[in-house]
């Protein structure tokens, strides 16, 4: 029978498996380690990066819409959620004659519905490609041919039937193209011309949608929901909007920047407050491993003794301790970080909806970087905890230890 030679890493193994409830209480905390700060690292990671890709989608500094819908205005820019609202289209043209504004762009919005006529209940936007500033560019991205009138484009959350179509109103639409996630309203909108959508207004019209009497008094072909504006350098944001307020009668006005001031403030401390959570979940896991490990020394005194007595030097011991804590570790770490992966990737859309905020994953070079720091820290928690306790073992004198452990 071969025999195989009893090196560092054969004891430290065999140590481990014979060890079974100490061993895997040591993995288990290593685990929790891992994955405390995996999940905290891409979670702040992707809340930040939500928020900084809904600032670039909105595209405007200035959206303008009918007084009143402020609210709903922010619901479906953050969240897609469904509205509908409109002033006259005349207000476009007074907007873009004012001095310091650049481009003024349009919108229709328009609701679908959770019933035969309709694949489900989305936002539906039309824009004027001629003018429009803020969702083209989005577009270009993923289709180059340019809109066309009966053609339809969705966010990434929307998804077309079986045949590549949507219906909307009895009416079917062929989708050309799905938007990139954005981890905004966009997401769960689609997109058309102008044209399109007052053709599926008059068509829900025509079936009877709905007894909204905003909607049904609403003369489609010379009405907007929103005028997007963007500002031409130099010009005060605040003297602008005093301006169109003065007038300009029956709008409400709603700044990029504040409509994401209260996001980032809540983002601030959401980030805050998982920052301070995995690191306290890391001073704890320190501090059990640490304890775990100098009661394990302690408690096999007299084997380590036996080792030194067979000839084992304290830098041997010291290795074989080292070595357990390695493999403890890096086992430790694998499971964590599995399980946080686990955990955030197949259930990124749904921790984004709970939390209420813009969640956007990293790209995978931010992912893989934190992959890394989150198996470094535990790495390294858990082989210096381990460390301090051999070698205070290792400089015991033998007889002593062996005395201790009677």
Request: glycine fraction near 8%; charge should be negative; aromatic fraction near 10%.
């Amino acid at each position: 029978m071969e025999r195989k030679r009893l090196n560092v890493f054969r004891l430290s193994y065999i140590n481990l498996r014979g060890g079974g409830f100490r061993t895997g209480v040591l993995v288990f905390v290593v685990a929790m380690l891992s994955f405390s700060l995996l999940v905290g690292t891409i979670v702040s990671n992707s809340l930040s990066n939500g928020l900084l890709t809904a600032k670039d989608r909105l595209g405007a500094d200035i959206a303008v819409i009918p007084a009143g819908h402020e609210a709903e205005y922010e619901g479906v820019i953050l969240s897609g959620e469904p509205i509908r609202f409109y002033f006259d289209k005349s207000v476009q043209s007074q907007l873009a004659g004012m001095e310091g504004i650049e481009k003024a762009a349009g919108q229709f919005f328009l609701t679908s519905l959770s019933s035969e006529c309709c694949s489900e209940a989305v936002q539906i936007i039309g824009i004027d490609l001629a003018d429009d500033f803020v969702t083209t560019p989005w577009i270009s991205n993923v289709y180059k041919s340019g809109m066309r009138d009966g053609e339809i484009i969705v966010g990434s959350d929307v998804y077309p039937d079986d045949d590549g179509t949507v219906t909307f109103y009895n009416v079917k639409y062929d989708v050309v193209a799905q938007l990139e996630k954005s981890s905004t309203g966009m997401d769960y909108s689609v997109f058309t011309t102008e044209n399109t959508v007052r053709d599926l207004a008059k068509a829900a019209h025509e079936i009877g949608y709905t007894q909204n009497a905003d909607f049904f008094e609403t003369d489609v072909d010379n009405s907007l929901s929103v005028v997007h504006l963007k500002l031409a350098d130099g010009y005060d944001t605040g003297k602008i909007v005093s301006k169109i307020r003065r007038e300009i009668d029956g709008i409400d006005i709603v700044r990029s920047s504040e409509l994401f001031q209260g996001l980032s403030d809540k983002l601030g401390l959401f980030s805050r407050f998982i920052g301070t959570v995995s690191w306290a979940i890391w001073l704890l896991a320190a501090a059990v491993l640490s304890a775990l490990y100098a009661f394990g020394v302690n408690a096999r005194k007299r084997e380590f003794a036996v080792l030194r007595l067979l000839g084992a030097t304290r830098k041997r011991v010291v290795s074989v301790v080292f070595c357990e804590s390695v493999l403890v570790s890096v086992f430790g770490s694998i499971i964590g970080l599995s399980l946080a992966a686990l955990t955030i990737f197949p259930f990124s859309t749904y921790i984004g909806d709970r939390l209420g905020l813009p969640f956007l994953l990293p790209d995978s070079g931010h992912i893989s970087a934190a992959f890394i720091f989150s198996l470094i820290v535990s790495l390294a928690s858990g082989t210096v905890s381990a460390v301090f306790a051999a070698v205070k073992l290792a400089g015991a004198e033998t007889y002593i230890t062996m005395r201790e452990g009677e």
